[in-house]
C-alpha cells in the first residue's frame, strides 16, 4: 500500500509548529484510485495536544451538565462517540485552528468544485473494555442496486471524511481499497449481513497521532473495536459547497447561528459553515439518494 501512504518531511516533534503537508497531484490520483489516502506526520504533536486539551474541556462540560454527552464511564471521564463538536456548547477554538491552519488546504485539494463546505464534525471514542464493532457498510450507498456504479460515480470528489487519532494504537478503521467506484461484490454485500461477514481484501488502517486518514464514505468500511481499548479519534466530514444540506446532516442551523458563535472563528472555519448555512433547505432536505 506504499502509494497511499505520505509522510511530510517533518517526524513527530515537540516543535511548535510544522510545515502544512502539501498534497500532491500524485495523492489525488491515488486518492481518486482508492477511495482513501493516509498521511503520516500530517500534525505536530502540539496539535495533538491542543485538540486532546479540547477533549478534555469538553468531558469537563459534560461533566458539569454543560452539554450532552453520552458516557462509556462517566466517572473515568470516558464519553462514547459524540458529535457537533462546532456547536456552541461544544465548542473549542482548537478544533476551528486546526481547520484554518492545517485541515483546510487538505479539503480543498480533495474535494472537487470550487468551493468546501462544512458537514459534520465529531469524534470517535472507544474504551473500557466496551466493544465497539460495526457490520461492514458504505455510508450513503446502495449496495446491489441496478444504479449502484452510476450512483457512485455521480457523487465520487463530492465529500471527503476523514479519521485523525488524537490517542496511540488506532487500528480500528477497516476498509476495501477501490471499492468505491464500482459495484459491490457478491461476497461483500455477503459479508456486509452480520458482524462475522468475512469481508474480501479488506485492510486494517493503521493510525497514530499526527497522521490522517482521508476517504470517500462509500468506500466499504467498518469501525472494529471488539476488545474497547481506549479511543478518541476526530471523524469529520466536508462537502463541496454547491451539494444542499442533506437529511444525514440535517439540524445544525440553530446552534450555529447562535448569536455571537461564527464571528469568534477564525476565517476559514467560518467561510465553510456559512457556505452550509447558505445552501441550508428550509424545509424537507434531500438525501444523497435523490441528487
Ligand atoms: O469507527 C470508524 O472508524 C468508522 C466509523 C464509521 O464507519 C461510521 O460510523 O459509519
Not at 500532491?24 to 485538540?51: H, M, N, P, V
Not at 471488539?226 to 466530514?237: N, Q, S
Request: with cysteine.
Amino acid at each position: 500500500m506504499g502509494v497511499t501512504l505520505r509522510q511530510a518531511q517533518n517526524q513527530p516533534s515537540t516543535e511548535v509548529s510544522l510545515p502544512v503537508l502539501v498534497i500532491s497531484q500524485k495523492d489525488k490520483e491515488t486518492y481518486a484510485a482508492q477511495g482513501f489516502l493516509i498521511l503520516r506526520c500530517a500534525f505536530a504533536q502540539t496539535r495533538i495536544a491542543a485538540l486532546l486539551e479540547a477533549v478534555e474541556r469538553l468531558i469537563d462540560k459534560g461533566l458539569a451538565g454543560e452539554c450532552a454527552l453520552g458516557w462509556i464511564d462517566r466517572e473515568g471521564r470516558l464519553p462514547s462517540r459524540t458529535g457537533h463538536l462546532l456547536n456552541p456548547d461544544k465548542y473549542h477554538p482548537a478544533f476551528a485552528d486546526w481547520i484554518d491552519e492545517d485541515l483546510a488546504p487538505h479539503l480543498e485539494a480533495l474535494i472537487c468544485g470550487p468551493e468546501v463546505r462544512h458537514s459534520l464534525f465529531g469524534m470517535l471514542a472507544s474504551g473500557g473494555g466496551k466493544p465497539y464493532t460495526q457490520k461492514w457498510h458504505r455510508d450513503l450507498g446502495k449496495p446491489g442496486a441496478p444504479d449502484e456504479t452510476a450512483y457512485l460515480h455521480r457523487h465520487e470528489g463530492s465529500f471527503v471524511q476523514f479519521n485523525a487519532p488524537l490517542v496511540s494504537g488506532d487500528r480500528f478503521l477497516h476498509i476495501v481499497p477501490g471499492s468505491h467506484r464500482r459495484a459491490s461484490a457478491a461476497a461483500e454485500i455477503e459479508a456486509s449481513r452480520s458482524e462475522s461477514g468475512k469481508m474480501p481484501n479488506a485492510l486494517v488502517v493503521a493510525l497514530e497521532p499526527g497522521d490522517i486518514a482521508y476517504y470517500n464514505a462509500n468506500l466499504w468500511h467498518r469501525g472494529w473495536n471488539p476488545e474497547g481499548h481506549k479511543r478518541f479519534t476526530m471523524h469529520c466530514a466536508f462537502w463541496n459547497a454547491e451539494v444542499p444540506v442533506m437529511q444525514h446532516e440535517y439540524g445544525q442551523r440553530e446552534p450555529l447561528t447562535q448569536q455571537g458563535h461564527l464571528g469568534q472563528m477564525p476565517p476559514i472555519t467560518r467561510q465553510y459553515i456559512q457556505r452550509y448555512l447558505d445552501n441550508y433547505p428550509a424545509a424537507h432536505p434531500p438525501s444523497l439518494f435523490d441528487l
